[in-house]
């Protein structure tokens, strides 16, 4: 992440249909998210055990943010978090993110798998993880509350290859 992405991010964190799949429940100002920005730019991932990689299309434009976090490299796994702009989705974007992460993650990181989890009601996203590979592993029953409904959770995992 870099300062020039304020605006993608600040649109992305503060789009309340995102919050049921993201761990924020609240609107986040641009003063909090220059600073995490800010503090993040000079993040080890082996020190924070998180790495956020922006996505941008040939002109340069943000296009999305995919998340390694719970990074483990003993285990030699990470999991993997996923956002695509509104107004870019159905483009083929998140499926060319997931394949750039997947190679940054076996040659840079040394990493065997990626796991993460989705909601049930998330089509777009199961979608997404199923045709890239990854297997589901287990449904986690009254994973999310969005409100006041509990929505199941799918646990996805993809051994990567070298």
Request: proline share 2%; net charge negative; glycine share 6%.
């Amino acid at each position: 992440m870099e300062p020039a992405d304020i605006d993608a991010i600040y649109r992305w964190e503060n789009d309340p249909s995102t919050w049921t799949v993201s761990a924020a429940h609240q609107p986040f100002s641009r003063h909090t998210l220059q600073r995490f920005i800010d503090e993040s730019s000079g993040c080890d991932i082996y020190t924070s055990r998180q790495l956020r990689l922006m996505a941008v299309d040939t002109t340069g434009a943000a296009v999305g943010c995919v998340d390694l976090y719970d990074f483990d490299p003993f285990h030699r796994r990470s999991a993997i978090g996923i956002i695509v702009d509104s107004s870019l989705r159905h483009k083929g974007y998140g499926a060319a993110m997931l394949l750039a992460v997947e190679d940054f993650a076996v040659r840079h990181l040394d990493l065997h798998q990626l796991h993460c989890i989705v909601a049930t009601d998330n089509t777009r996203s199961l979608r997404l993880f199923q045709k890239a590979g990854y297997t589901e592993c287990g449904t986690i029953k009254e994973w999310i509350l969005d409100g006041r409904q509990w929505t199941d959770a799918i646990i996805f995992q993809k051994l990567l290859e070298r």
